[in-house]
């Protein structure tokens, strides 16, 4: 493997520890009740003789005045322990994993705190899980992946609020720069440098100049053809929950890291302009709020991948070995997508032709079709489809025609599905001409 050099450390133009969140901060930030969870916690911890610290993305995000939600605490002593006792005394749900020294306290209200016992990591081989072995602190924040998730906030009754920044990550955050914490960092865990574009684009940082350089090596070497489809389909999500995914798709091509994903995915300039229209799409989908749910990665694949062949497509989905769902996804939305939209192209201007094109398909072939449109009858038509067409129902049913004499079987289909059609088009806006016309189907059927 290219021999790099170690990135630039960067020295810090504050104190490793001396600084303070008070605790009034905190509590603006977190909440009142996250605040107290983080004292009970130290408290719990020095009573042990533990001291407990939150870490990673939880204090970069207080440092940089975002929200957060999950709590993540390290226990210098036995996390699971002290995990325990938490769950103890709010009646929470506890689980642990014994082999990392982790454990997770999920709370009535679905709050997550997450504890982990101080760890240093050993890797056998590039991607490959680590073993992991107690450690104080200082070196379980260097096994972390990026300096500005390597800063700690203590949680010791007498030192509640104090910062410890050993690598300089709160100079990081000044600069808005993202800088990786040694020259092994993608070797060990090639999915960093598909986190390092996430966090990039999230926080509109700037990836540092050696920083870049490792994650070219790491491409090179093709380090994430050792990845399980696991790990990498879990990054490939975690990158599309993102916003702004025309920015994420250019970051990944400047980084040469869409061939991490598949090799074959190198999408056009055009192309990426394009993804930032389905986003659009897809957010106003999900602002309906009670549809069929939508995988936003699958969607986004699936844009990019719709000029593929077959085989190309299976390349994809043994890379990423998906659920029964999302490979379904995967092979046949985008061309389900073409077909709908040139069925809506083709027909008449009715809600119910509208209806006959999209019938059976998933609403991530109908966005498809909807981000390949331009203002006009196609657009307006399946916006209108997917915000209330697929849900109108006929105001009369099969029991309606069978009290007038239709005998059970198909033709009550027939029926109610004319009533219905009548009904989207306005030919039939009372239960009375729905009758009339589902009766007429039903007695032609």
């Known amino acids: 493997m290219p021999e790099r050099p170690a990135p630039r450390k960067r020295k810090s133009k504050t104190r490793s520890s001396g600084d303070v969140l008070s605790r009034r901060s905190i509590e603006r930030a977190l909440g009142p009740r996250r605040a107290e969870l983080l004292a009970e916690a130290g408290r719990l911890g020095a009573g042990r003789g533990w001291p407990v610290y939150l870490v990673g993305g939880v204090v970069r995000d207080l440092l940089l005045d975002r ?247 299976a390349g994809l989905a043994t890379r990423l070995r998906p659920d029964r769902r999302s490979s379904s996804a995967l092979f046949g939305a985008a061309d389900q997508g073409l077909e709908i939209l040139a069925a809506v192209r083709r027909a008449p201007h009715r809600p119910s032709r509208v209806l006959d094109a999209c019938h059976g398909r998933s609403a991530t072939s109908v966005l498809l079709a909807l981000a390949g449109t331009r203002e006009g009858w196609p657009r307006r038509a399946l916006r209108d489809y997917l915000a209330c067409w697929r849900t109108v129902r006929a105001d009369i049913r099969g029991s309606d025609l069978l009290c007038a004499g239709i005998r059970p079987g198909p033709a009550v289909a027939v029926g109610l599905d004319e009533a219905l059609r009548a009904k989207l088009d306005g030919r039939a806006e009372s239960r009375r001409e729905q009758l009339e016309i589902a009766l007429r189907a039903a007695h032609g059927a």
């Open 67 to 313: 929200s957060t939600n999950d709590l993540d605490l390290v226990v210098v002593g036995n996390a699971r322990s002290l995990a325990r006792d938490l769950a103890r005394r709010h009646h929470a749900t506890y689980r642990e994993h014994r082999a990392f020294g982790t454990a997770a306290v999920v709370f009535d209200d679905g709050l997550l705190v997450d504890l982990a016992t101080s760890r240093r990591e050993v890797y056998a081989h590039p991607a490959a899980l680590p073993r992991v072995e107690p450690c104080d602190l200082h070196a379980d924040l260097r096994r972390r992946d990026f300096t500005i998730n390597g800063i700690a906030l203590n949680l010791a009754p007498r030192r509640f609020g104090a910062l410890i920044d050993p690598l300089g990550g709160r100079a990081d955050l000044r600069d808005r720069t993202l800088r990786v914490l040694h020259e092994r960092s993608f070797i060990d865990d090639p999915t960093r440098a598909l986190r390092a574009i996430r966090f990039a684009v999230r926080l509109g940082f700037a990836i540092e100049p050696d920083t870049a350089d490792l994650i070219r090596v790491a491409v090179r070497a093709d380090l994430f053809s050792a990845l399980s489809p696991a790990r990498l389909r879990r990054e490939v999500e975690l990158l599309f929950e993102e916003s702004a995914w025309d920015q994420i798709a250019r970051s990944l091509r400047r980084h040469f890291l869409w061939a991490a994903i598949d090799p074959a995915l190198r999408p056009s300039p055009g192309e990426i302009e394009s993804l930032r229209r389905l986003e659009e799409w897809a957010a106003w989908y999900a602002g309906l709020g009670h549809y069929e749910e939508v995988r936003r990665w699958v969607l986004a694949l699936s844009w990019l991948t719709r000029r593929w062949s077959e085989r190309e497509r």
